[in-house]
């Protein structure tokens, strides 16, 4: 059960598209479509954006995707808005019942 | 309103134990898969475990496997977590949440802090 990989940071100016990356393994991210990503403000709940690798719940900006290939997923924010700054994480369903949190990014906006 | 509100989070020895509860409202909890996830201090969300919505099925990460046990009560629509032998790193906090797109809810969170 070890974390999925993610890049520890990642920033952008307002009106820019960014782009993070989780990999995983063929027993999770890879061999399964059950890909979730969080938006997580410090102090307040986690938000999911996305659900099943690409779909957003209602209320979720369309300035959010997702997308996978392989063993990696990634989630882009599109017209990068300050509101967005926060902690994302992915996380998958795994072959053994069980579920796995990404190690999580910063985003930033400059 | 849809909401889940932990409680239990406490200062306790290593070795100790510790019990969290749950309360759910504004939703049928008996139909909703539950999980508890935590977050060490400055360190990332880590998935602990996760119960069916009839009570059944517990699955757990290793890092919890022997030591922590999920139950719930859907007559009181409460989820619970046993948690003995506790370890410093244990120190978090401790979220319950529904990880469902159908109706995803997440609590504020109780904090677990391990430690002499």
């Known amino acids: 059960q070890s974390a999925l990989t993610q890049p520890a940071s990642v920033s952008g100016s307002p009106g820019q598209s960014i782009t993070i990356s989780c990999t995983g393994t063929?027993?999770?991210?890879?061999?399964?479509?059950?890909v979730l990503w969080y938006q997580h403000h410090p102090g307040k709940a986690p938000q999911l954006m996305i659900y099943?690798?690409?779909n957003r719940p209602s209320g979720v900006s369309d300035r959010f995707s997702g997308s996978k290939s392989g063993n990696t997923a990634s989630l882009t924010i599109s017209g990068l808005q300050a509101e967005d700054e926060a902690d994302y994480y992915c996380?998958?369903?795994?072959?053994?019942?069980?579920?796995?949190f990404g190690t999580g990014t910063r985003v930033t906006v400059l | 309103e849809v909401r889940l509100v932990e409680s239990g989070g406490d200062l306790v020895q290593p070795g100790g134990s510790l019990r969290l509860s749950c309360a759910a409202s504004?939703?049928?909890?008996?139909?909703?898969?539950m999980h508890w996830v935590r977050q060490a201090p400055g360190k990332g969300l880590v998935w602990v475990s996760r119960i069916y919505n009839d009570g059944s099925s517990p699955r757990y990460a290793d890092s919890v496997k022997g030591r922590f046990t999920i139950s719930r009560d859907n007559a009181k629509n409460t989820l619970y977590l046993q948690m003995n032998s506790l370890r410093a790193e244990d120190t978090a906090v401790y979220y319950c949440a529904t990880i469902n797109p159908a109706l995803d809810v997440w609590g504020q969170g109780t904090t677990v802090t391990v430690s002499s």
């Open positions: 504004g939703f049928t909890f008996s139909s909703y898969w």
């Open positions: 063929s027993s999770d991210v890879g061999g399964y479509n059950s």
């Open positions: 996380s998958s369903y795994t072959g053994s019942s069980t579920y796995v």
């Open positions: 099943d690798v690409s």
